[in-house]
């Protein structure tokens, strides 16, 4: 039998982490990408950006496209968190997931160019509730991984707390901002930046962690692998007599064969 739609484009999705996501900085706004030119963090109403509308402020182009009325909610002009983003949480394909919008508040969240040192991105020892093996970052005191943070609000990240499954999945931790280089800011250190990582570590192979080939870095000495072929090393490891795609679809959250693939990744792929 022939796999449906639905089963391909689950497979897809799950092979296409961490997903496609501008070089630079950005602003991404209720589903739109517009590249950043310059930030104001004191009033994020005057963050210039470039659109197809044209170049200007972000809150004079926000009263164009929804009006007075909507763009003047203050909710998008708040304080801001900053979070690091190593996986696919800059991703505009992810961030549409997780803030579809629709309650009348414009969903703004500024995602700007990072450097972080002496951290790698690897993956992680475990699966995404859609089957992809996700990031997190693992101590290296000679690695360097070009990166993202995001700027959310308290709102937005109280959502993506549970879009991560805070606690069980993830967990939320304080990074030394001196590690951390942003594009778009003067300086970094003396900022508070938190970063997700894994409850369950690093994802090993041959007792190493193994690093995001999607992810520009270096310095980790680490093997790195992109997510289709992370995948095919998992795959033969925990279900060899499975077709590929079938393995994969088997993994989505509430699939038979998810049970199966955690507890091969416990006894194989979790340090001791």
Known sequence: MSPTPDRREAVRFALAYPFEKPQGSFVWADGRVLPLDTLDLGNLGDTRVRSPAGNGALGELMSALYGDERAGQEEWLD?????????????????LQKFPGGDGVPEIVPVLKARIDDWAVVYAAALSGYASIPATIEPVDTASAEVHVTLLTRRQLEIMNATEDLGVEYDLHRIDSSLLYLEDLHASSGLEVDAYISCHGAMRMDGKPVALAAVPQSGHGFQALAQPDMQKRLHDLTAPELPFDDFVAGNIKGEAGRARTLEAIARHCRSE
């Not at 304080?79 to 961030?95: K, Q």
């Open 79 to 95: 304080e801001r968190v900053i979070v690091l983003a190593h996986g696919s949480n800059s991703a505009p394909e992810r961030l």
